[in-house]
């Protein structure tokens, strides 16, 4: 099947998180549209054409009004290119073949992106270090690669670690990554309330000391229920 037909329920899961992957074309007709019939078949050759680069998701508007309203669709068709699930494109009208076939060829990756895919799906050490040489700010090669260096348990490898998540925007997933890079042991240690009521007289004037009391909640994480409560303790001892 060319394309896959989505609706208000599958959205994120068939359009939001599968544009992290590869990219997604966003088809919004309705049946009573006459241009979205003549564009449709277009659509699905073209897509289709390009095995799996791109991906096709069509959306009757009718059917999913919450979809229609998050595009703020006034015409159809409208059509709509995302990735990491964000709009990057769109045109709205039934264009012709050789139109639709031109956007659609800017969307699919070139070779390197392919190549990079390869090799950050693969996700061992050499991959990811070949992905980096080709794409040196690929973030999903940094962070895969950055937890095998901290999984290795290594100074020199949690020190490559750190460098390597200073390349790209902080996330929560860089956040821990960091925290655990820094942290000599990367699992929550059973004395943690000792450990953190004894470097809180500290933090306002050793960065270090702030720096670990930090990187310690950071691995308690938010599901944590002490993890709030440390967080003010914290706000108070440095103002």
Not at 123 to 145: K, V
Request: charged share 25%; with cysteine; proline share 6%.
């Amino acid at each position: 099947m060319p394309y896959v037909d989505v609706t208000d329920q599958t959205f994120q899961a068939e359009v939001i998180d599968r544009s992290t992957q590869v990219p997604v074309v966003v088809d919004l007709w309705a049946e009573w549209c006459g241009p979205c019939k003549t564009l449709g078949p277009i659509l699905e050759k073209v897509v289709d054409a390009t095995n799996g680069q791109v991906v096709l998701a069509k959306v009757d508007v009718d059917a999913n009004r919450a979809i229609a309203q998050a595009f703020q669709v006034q015409s159809i068709p409208a059509v709509y290119a995302m990735r990491d699930g964000k709009v990057v494109d769109g045109f709205v009208g039934a264009l012709p073949e050789h139109q639709v076939q031109a956007w659609v060829d800017q969307l699919a990756p070139s070779a390197e992106e392919s190549e990079v895919s390869q090799l950050v799906a693969a996700g061992d050490e050499a991959s990811l270090r070949q992905a980096l040489e080709l794409e040196p700010g690929n973030e999903p090669a940094i962070e895969a690669l950055a937890a095998l260096l901290i999984e290795g348990g290594t100074n020199e490898g949690k020190a490559e670690a750190l460098d390597l998540l200073a390349r790209i925007p902080e996330t929560d997933a860089t956040r821990h990554l960091a925290a655990q890079a820094r942290m000599a042991n990367p699992d929550v240690p059973a004395d943690v309330d000792s450990v953190l009521a004894g470097l809180l007289p500290q933090v306002k004037l050793d960065e270090d000391a702030k720096q670990q009391y930090l990187d310690m909640l950071e691995l308690m994480g938010p599901s944590d229920p002490r993890t709030a409560e440390y967080r003010k303790k914290l706000g108070a001892a440095l103002f």
